[in-house]
C-alpha cells in the first residue's frame, strides 16, 4: 500500500511526469503486500489486510486516484469485534465493573499504586497494557465481598467465569495490536493511537482491488515482480563523480539474482519486520550500516504476528454443506491454563482465540484469529491436525443440554448454546482448512507493528526520517534524502493500518515532490 501509494503519487502529480524515472521494485511474485485477496469455499476471502478500510474520510481521499466498489454489507468478508481500541467493549453485564474502572482509569487521578514509577510492569516510567488490564481485574475483585457458584455449571464461580471472559477480550486485544503479549504493549502509546471516525465499511471486490487500481496507472513493466533486494548501498561523504565528471547515482540496490540497479532515491517499505531481520544479520542489509537512532528504534518497537484460520464448514454426514444459519458467532471463554478444571481435550493453541465465527451470515466459511506464539503454531501444524484440535474445541461448546453434567466436560455451560447439525455429537464437521503463514515468510516476518513498553510514538516518528538525517553533518556534504522510509510503521498514530500505510507513502512522496521543488525543478 504504502509504495504504491507513492508511486501513484509520484507519477500522477501535474508535473512529474518528466521529474523522476520511476521504478517499483516488488520481492514477491504478486502486488499487494500485506494485503492479498482470495477464494476458499466459493467465498472471497483475505487473508491479509480487511476492515482496515474503514472510514469515509478515507474512502473519498482514495477515489481521487482509484475506483472503488464498496459496501456496507453482502458478500465481502468483514469481522464486527475489531471497532474498538483500546479494548473492553462490553460483551457481557459480568464485565460492565471492570469497563467502568478501565475508563476511569484513564483519567490522570485515576491511575493505581505503582503506574507512575511503573512498578505495575515495564520498567521505570513505562506501563504496559497488560498489567494495567490486570490492575483493573483485581480491583474488581477486591470490592467484591464474595464470589459466588453459578447455577447450572458446577466448575464455574463468578470469578472464574470473570476471569475468563476478561481474557476472551484480552485475547482480542492481542490480533488487534498484534502483540502477542499485552505485557509487552505499552500503555501509553495506545492512548495516542487514533481510530478513524466514520463507519466501517467492506469491499465487494475485495481489498486487492484497492492495490490494482493504484497500480493500474502506472506503465506496463514500471513494477517489476519477484526483485528481493539483498542490500542497499548508500553514501555519508559527498558526491562522487565519474571519469567524464558526470555525478554518479548515490544509491546502489542489490538483488537476489546478482542485478544491482542506481539510483537517486529509494523509498523502503519492507515491513518493520523485514527492518528487524536486516539490522540484525551478520551481513546487514545496509552499508553503511544504519545510524543508531536508526536502529535502536527499530529494534525497540514491536512487530508481531497474527495468523488467520478459515475453516469450510459441512454440516452433512456425505460432506455436503447444508443450513449454516445456525452457526452462531461463537466467542470462547476458557479456564485458565493452569485450572484443573479445564477441558485437557482442548489443543493450547486453541485456548486464546476469542471466536470462531462465518465470515459473513449463512457462509459455510468459518474465521478465527490467532495471535503471538498460537499464530506461529498454527503455521506449523498439518490441516489434519487444525481440524482434529477445532473440532474437539467446538464440541466441548455446542453440546446438547442434556448432555451436561458435574464433571470437568464442558469449558462453558453447555446449555447456553444452540446444538448444530443433525442433533448429534457429529453434527458439525469441517472438510478443509486454510491458514495464514504471515510470522514464517520471509517477505513480511509477521504481521504489524505496535508500540512495545520501552518504547514510544516517537520511535514511529524515527523510523519515519530519511538518511542521511537532516540538519545533521552528514546531511550537509552528502546527497539528501537518498534513503525514505513508508510503511504503517512509520506512521504515529495510524500505525498498524493500511490506511497509515497509504498517508505514509502519500508523505514520501510530497517529500521529494518539495524537495526537487524547492530545488528549482
Avoid at 463507519?199 to 497500480?215: D, M, P
Wanted: negative net charge; glycine residues 10%; charged residues 20%.
Amino acid at each position: 500500500m504504502a509504495g504504491l501509494a507513492a508511486a501513484n503519487r509520484l507519477y500522477t502529480s501535474t508535473d512529474s511526469k518528466d521529474m523522476f524515472e520511476l521504478c517499483v521494485m516488488e520481492g514477491g511474485p504478486r502486488i499487494g503486500g500485506r494485503i492479498n485477496t482470495s477464494e476458499f469455499g466459493g467465498d472471497r476471502i483475505e487473508m491479509g489486510a480487511s476492515t482496515e478500510l474503514e472510514v469515509a474520510q478515507f474512502t473519498k481521499l482514495l477515489r481521487k486516484s482509484i475506483r472503488l466498489s464498496l459496501s456496507s454489507h453482502g458478500s465481502a468478508w468483514m469481522v464486527s469485534w475489531t471497532s474498538q481500541r483500546p479494548l473492553l467493549k462490553a460483551a457481557s453485564s459480568l464485565v460492565h465493573p471492570l469497563c467502568s474502572r478501565y475508563h476511569s482509569l484513564q483519567e490522570p487521578d485515576g491511575l493505581c499504586p505503582g503506574e507512575a514509577d511503573g512498578s505495575n510492569g515495564g520498567g521505570p516510567g513505562k506501563l504496559s497494557v497488560g498489567s494495567f488490564l490486570r490492575h483493573i481485574l483485581n480491583a474488581h475483585w477486591d470490592s467484591v465481598k464474595e464470589q459466588e457458584q453459578i447455577e447450572g455449571c458446577d466448575n464455574w464461580s463468578t470469578k472464574l467465569l470473570e476471569e475468563a471472559i476478561f481474557a476472551m477480550h484480552e485475547n482480542v486485544q492481542r490480533t488487534c495490536t498484534s502483540a502477542g503479549d499485552l505485557m509487552n504493549l505499552d500503555f501509553g502509546a495506545e492512548s495516542e493511537y487514533r481510530m478513524f471516525p466514520g463507519e466501517e465499511i467492506t469491499i465487494a471486490k475485495g481489498y486487492l482491488s484497492v492495490i490494482e487500481s493504484l497500480a493500474s496507472v502506472l506503465p506496463h513493466g514500471l513494477i517489476q515482480l519477484g526483485r528481493k533486494v539483498t542490500g542497499i548501498q548508500w553514501q555519508r561523504e559527498a558526491h562522487r563523480s565519474t571519469e567524464n565528471g558526470c555525478a554518479d547515482r548515490t544509491v546502489k540496490i542489490h538483488f537476489c539474482d546478482g542485478s544491482i540497479m542506481l539510483a537517486d532515491h529509494v523509498l523502503l517499505t519492507v515491513s518493520l519486520g523485514v527492518l528487524k531481520a536486516g539490522i540484525g544479520s551478520d551481513s546487514g542489509m545496509f552499508n553503511p550500516p544504519l545510524p543508531t537512532f536508526k536502529t535502536e528504534a527499530i529494534s525497540r518497537l514491536g512487530f508481531g504476528a497474527v495468523n488467520k484460520m478459515f475453516l469450510q464448514l459441512s454440516s452433512s454426514h456425505d460432506g455436503r454443506v447444508e443450513d449454516c444459519s445456525k452457526f452462531p458467532f461463537l466467542q470462547m471463554a476458557f479456564h485458565r491454563p493452569d485450572s484443573e478444571l479445564r477441558q485437557k481435550k482442548i489443543p493450547w493453541w486453541m485456548r486464546r482465540t476469542a471466536s470462531l465465527s462465518p465470515i459473513y451470515k449463512n457462509s459455510s466459511v468459518m474465521l478465527s484469529w490467532f495471535a503471538g506464539k498460537e499464530a506461529l503454531e498454527l503455521e506449523t501444524l498439518s490441516d489434519e491436525e487444525i481440524i482434529d484440535g477445532v473440532s474437539k474445541t467446538i464440541s466441548s461448546f455446542l453440546s446438547q443440554p442434556h448432555k451436561q453434567s458435574s464433571s470437568n466436560s464442558h469449558e462453558q455451560c453447555s446449555g447456553k448454546v444452540s446444538s448444530l447439525g443433525n442433533g448429534d455429537e457429529n453434527g458439525v464437521k469441517f472438510t478443509k482448512v486454510l491458514r495464514t503463514k504471515w510470522g514464517n515468510d520471509p517477505l513480511f516476518l509477521g504481521s504489524y507493528s505496535y508500540v512495545a513498553v520501552g518504547s514510544s510514538g516517537d520511535d514511529l516518528d524515527i523510523l519515519a526520517e530519511p538518511l542521511p538525517r537532516i540538519g545533521t553533518v552528514e546531511s550537509a556534504t552528502s546527497p539528501p534524502l537518498q534513503i525514505l522510509f513508508a510503511g504503517e510503521a512509520t506512521h504515529t498514530t495510524h500505525y498498524s493500518t493500511t490506511h497509515g500505510a497509504y498517508f505514509s507513502g502519500l508523505r514520501e512522496a510530497s517529500r521529494l515532490l518539495q524537495h526537487y521543488r524547492w530545488a528549482g525543478a
